[in-house]
């Protein structure tokens, strides 16, 4: 899958303090390539370019250190201590035009594999009106494609008492599971340590 998928978009999660890595995610590198170019390629290569990215904690820092900033939309989630899902809401008010959904991901898992979007989009294609939850030994991870359908119940959602697990659990008919052959999605890099043992991990 290469060719441009207009009808999909994507929304990447960069708004924490990062207090346990000690240094924002936003700006790190993976086997010496920033964070944020590969989760890019890897959407590019799958056919998404509208692609939203989520900034929380030290924001206006931040847009001027990011190893690249196009093709992405920054926005700033003020509210960021409200988590993830004031965040993903953040992203979501911010795609303008019509589109089947939303696959989103988290910075700090620039290891998941190509394979892995590539499996979610060709998913989606066939269940545009799903929730869709990468699988990995029965455990499910990051990132899920988030159906238009269901854009304005996330965004009317109150986002201090609920999270999107809630809204999955309030909508799990619509929830699919796709199982993949890669742990990263399980895998998010809290700490320098995870980083390197990571990198080590996927050395290959």
């Not at 790190?28 to 056919?47: D, E, Y």
């Not at 509208?50 to 900034?55: E, S």
């Not at 304005?152 to 809630?166: G, P, S, V, Y």
Request: net charge positive; proline share 4%; charged share 25%.
């Amino acid at each position: 899958m290469n060719k441009e998928m207009p009808d999909w978009a994507a929304i990447v999660l960069a708004a924490g303090r990062s207090e346990r890595f000690g240094a924002p995610k936003v700006l790190q590198s993976f086997k010496g390539i920033p964070f944020l170019t590969r989760i890019r390629k890897h959407l590019q290569v799958v056919g998404i370019f509208k692609i939203v990215l989520v900034l929380g904690h030290q924001a206006d820092d931040l847009v001027e250190q990011l190893p690249e900033k196009e093709p992405f939309k920054i926005v700033v989630n003020e509210n960021y201590q409200l988590g993830q899902m004031s965040s993903l809401q953040k992203g979501l008010q911010a795609i303008q035009t019509s589109v089947k959904g939303v696959l989103m991901c988290l910075v700090d898992q620039p290891h998941v594999s190509l394979s892995v979007y590539q499996q979610l989009l060709q998913t989606a294609v066939q269940h545009h009106n799903q929730f869709l939850i990468p699988e990995f030994k029965g455990r499910g991870g990051h990132p899920i494609i988030i159906p238009a359908d269901f854009f304005q119940e996330i965004l009317d959602t109150d986002a201090r008492k609920f999270t999107l697990k809630d809204v999955l659990r309030l909508n799990h008919e619509f929830v699919r599971r796709v199982n993949v052959n890669d742990s990263a999605i399980l895998e998010d890099i809290d700490t320098k340590e995870m980083l390197k043992l990571l990198e080590k991990k996927y050395s290959k």
